[in-house]
T-cell receptor, first 113, second 118 residues
């Protein structure tokens, strides 16, 4: 199936720092989604991107849909302890519709006080 | 609030046992999915269903089957559990997107079922 390459695999940062992570694919996507998974919970949608070049914000989170449609970036500004978790990028399985999403392997965010 | 409920948060089973993981959603969603999550591998799609009694294989269906007898319920079945099926299992549901240029709706996930096979 399609593969999404997500990096970095993990991040150890200080509270208050900005965070940046990205996702790339060899295939073109026309939707990019970013999910966050808190410890012991299921993933929850943070941001959805539907147009190449689109830049979308949700509070301290900003995500961009790359112009080539093969990449996406997620930035978190001024990190706080509750930002800890695993962040996943995702895109529709080829064929789309009801076929679900393919996910990157995740970025573990760990915040040191 | 939208809700996807997985019947068991934690299960311990023995090799060879038959295992049922149940998932119920209260959002009247057409589509339901089962993923497994393993460290370093992310989320991988096992099976999905876009209608009652319909099912489609995902990326890793081997060793699993599913059942969708009612719209709100999607069950994952391990006919004969093996140790390599020890994992976190996540159920999700979605509706078809509202516009044709968006080819996926948002997936809503349950809290997960952590299965250990001894």
């Amino acid at each position: 199936g399609q593969q999404l390459n997500q990096s970095p695999q993990s991040m150890f940062i200080q509270e208050g720092e900005d965070v940046s992570m990205n996702c790339t694919s060899s295939s073109i996507f026309n939707t990019w989604l970013w999910y966050k998974q808190d410890p012991g919970e299921g993933p929850v949608l943070l941001i959805a991107l539907y147009k190449a070049g689109e830049l979308t914000s949700n509070g301290r989170l900003t995500a961009q849909f790359g112009i080539t449609r093969k990449d996406s970036f997620l930035n978190i500004s001024a990190s706080i302890p509750s930002d800890v978790g695993i962040y996943f990028c995702a895109g529709p399985v080829s064929g789309g519709g009801a076929d679900g999403l393919t996910f990157g392997k995740g970025t573990h965010l760990i915040i040191q006080p | 609030d939208v809700k996807v409920t997985q019947s068991s948060r934690y299960l311990v089973k023995r090799t060879g046992e038959k295992v049922f993981l149940e998932c119920v959603q209260d959002m009247d969603h057409e589509n339901m999915f089962w993923y497994r999550q393993d460290p370093g591998l992310g989320l991988r799609l096992i099976y999905f269903s876009y209608d009652v009694k319909m099912k489609e294989k995902g990326d890793i269906p081997e060793g699993y089957s599913v059942s969708r007898e009612k719209k709100e319920r999607f069950s994952l079945i391990l006919e004969s559990a093996s140790t390599n099926q020890t994992s976190m299992y996540l159920c999700a549901s979605s509706s078809p997107p509202l516009t044709v240029w968006v080819n996926t709706g948002e997936l809503f996930f349950g809290e997960g079922s952590r299965l250990t096979v001894l």
